[in-house]
């Protein structure tokens, strides 16, 4: 059952660091009721950076709203105003779909599998 039927968050994000980039995984539903627990982690993030690249792992999103994908573009946003490189990896299925029709999927540095994302990160240490 979504988030939007029960009125209750589905979303896990889980964070780590790896040499210059900190990796967010989000599993679940990225939706208006899981915003203020992806926006109450990014702002952990923000007191990490700055740091050359931030891969979200996107492997694990079942769902994503316009709300979800806006607030990826406003991360973008600040991301290129802090100087920091947005990376999205594990970009299939609904995410693919999602950045697809919205047309922002030229927008982002997106890779299907997030190993090619961890190693673009690697290649740039």
């Not at 780590?16 to 627990?37: C, K, M, Q, T």
């Not at 990376?87 to 982002?108: K, Y």
Request: charged residues 20%.
């Amino acid at each position: 059952m979504s988030s939007e039927a029960t009125g209750k968050p589905t979303l896990t994000v889980t964070s780590g660091l790896s040499r210059n980039a900190i990796i967010v995984r989000i599993e679940g539903e990225l939706d208006v009721n899981a915003l203020p627990i992806f926006q109450e982690h990014l702002q952990q993030i923000w007191e990490l950076l700055p740091q050359p690249f931030l891969i979200l792992d996107l492997s694990e999103v079942s769902f994503c709203d316009s709300m979800g994908m806006n607030e990826l573009v406003h991360l973008m946003q600040r991301c290129e105003a802090g100087g920091t490189r947005l990376v999205l990896g594990g970009v299939q299925g609904v995410m693919a779909r999602v950045l697809s029709i919205t047309g922002l999927r030229h927008a982002f540095e997106v890779y299907a599998r997030i190993d090619d994302a961890l190693r673009l990160a690697v290649t740039h240490a």
